[in-house]
């Protein structure tokens, strides 16, 4: 969910600042022992157990405390247990999204009816570093009709969702996966631009909400020697967590001078995970 939990694993991810969930204790940065530690491994169970479903999940966790009570189980134990359990390679899970600091990242291409009215074929790249399960949503009036989970892959795929009366199709549409970006997950079924979300004006700040195109807005005033005052409107995209792009622009005017001023920049960053820079910033002012 937009919870406190994941947009505290979104600032250093997105700015590849966050670090694997099984390190030890003295290896965290101090707000990576908060936000990996007690956060990112409370999300990424709570994304296992969706993956597998209640009663599945369930088992697993009582075969494991029946087999290892009183006893001292290592990490590699409760890996056996769940996965002799419930059947399933979960490597995923316990390699990549435990061991390592790899990000999920999935995208919605395109869709297309299928010409017999059994489904929706949905084109899903994946963007991010881990092939993971993750789920598609047919929607209607942002009430979630049917839900299906798909193993993961690498690359580029076409999969099936099955026919409903969806205005929109979604990934991961309950919000348990901890994807770097949800900004790609969703489609609509009919209308021109179906993948840019509605545009939303709000006031001074806001949390991300990967469901609405969201702008800022926050009245300003500035002076000079020239200028005199000059009372304008600051128009910005990002506030938390930041994006890659992001933008400020402030539209004043020169009450003495009665002619259009201001101010703006535009900018372009990129989180380089490997090399000695940690910023690259492209950007006009």
């Given at each position: 969910?937009?919870?406190?939990?994941?947009?505290?694993?979104?600032?250093?991810?997105?700015?590849?600042?966050?670090?694997?969930?099984?390190?030890?204790?003295?290896?965290?940065?101090?707000?990576?022992?908060?936000?990996?530690?007690?956060?990112?491994?409370?999300?990424?169970?709570?994304?296992?157990?969706?993956?597998?479903?209640?009663?599945?999940?369930?088992?697993?966790?009582?075969?494991?405390?029946?087999?290892?009570?009183?006893?001292?189980?290592?990490?590699?134990?409760?890996?056996?247990?769940?996965?002799?359990?419930?059947?399933?390679?979960?490597?995923?899970?316990?390699?990549?999204?435990?061991?390592?600091?790899?990000?999920?990242?999935?995208?919605?291409?395109?869709?297309?009816?299928?010409?017999?009215?059994?489904?929706?074929?949905?084109?899903?790249?994946?963007?991010?570093?881990?092939?993971?399960?993750?789920?598609?949503?047919?929607?209607?009036?942002?009430?979630?009709?049917?839900?299906?989970?798909?193993?993961?892959?690498?690359?580029?795929?076409?999969?099936?969702?099955?026919?409903?009366?969806?205005?929109?199709?979604?990934?991961?549409?309950?919000?348990?996966?901890?994807?770097?970006?949800?900004?790609?997950?969703?489609?609509?079924?009919?209308?021109?631009?179906?993948?840019?979300?509605?545009?939303?004006?709000?006031?001074?700040?806001?949390?991300?909400?990967?469901?609405?195109?969201?702008?800022?807005?926050?009245?300003?005033?500035?002076?000079?020697?020239?200028?005199?005052?000059?009372?304008?409107?600051?128009?910005?995209?990002?506030?938390?967590?930041?994006?890659?792009?992001?933008?400020t622009l402030v539209p004043m005017y020169s009450i003495a001078m009665k002619s259009l001023t201001g101010t703006g920049n535009i900018n372009y960053t990129w989180h380089p995970d490997k090399g000695i820079f940690q910023d690259i910033n492209l950007g006009i002012a």
């Open positions: 969910s937009r919870s406190l939990a994941y947009i505290s694993y979104l600032i250093n991810a997105r700015r590849n600042l966050s670090q694997p969930i099984d390190l030890p204790a003295d290896e965290y940065t101090p707000y990576n022992y908060a936000a990996i530690v007690y956060m990112k491994t409370a999300m990424v169970f709570k994304y296992l157990k969706a993956y597998l479903g209640d009663e599945i999940f369930d088992k697993c966790m009582k075969t494991y405390y029946e087999t290892w009570k009183f006893k001292h189980p290592m990490p590699e134990d409760i890996k056996e247990v769940i996965e002799r359990t419930c059947g399933k390679n979960l490597d995923w899970f316990f390699i990549d999204l435990l061991k390592t600091d790899k990000k999920i990242d999935y995208k919605i291409c395109k869709e297309k009816e299928d010409k017999n009215n059994i489904g929706f074929l949905i084109t899903v790249k994946n963007n991010g570093e881990i092939t993971c399960p993750f789920s598609i949503s047919g929607i209607n009036k942002d009430s979630i009709i049917k839900t299906q989970w798909y193993e993961g892959f690498a690359a580029t795929q076409t999969v099936m969702l099955p026919y409903g009366n969806y205005d929109k199709i979604k990934i991961d549409a309950d919000e348990i996966i901890p994807e770097i970006n949800r900004r790609n997950n969703t489609i609509r079924t009919n209308g021109l631009l179906k993948k840019v979300e509605p545009i939303q004006l709000k006031f001074l700040a806001g949390i991300e909400n990967p469901d609405r195109t969201q702008l800022y807005w926050t009245p300003v005033v500035g002076w000079n020697d020239y200028n005199k005052w000059m009372p304008g409107l600051a128009l910005y995209n990002t506030f938390i967590p930041e994006k890659n792009f992001d933008f």
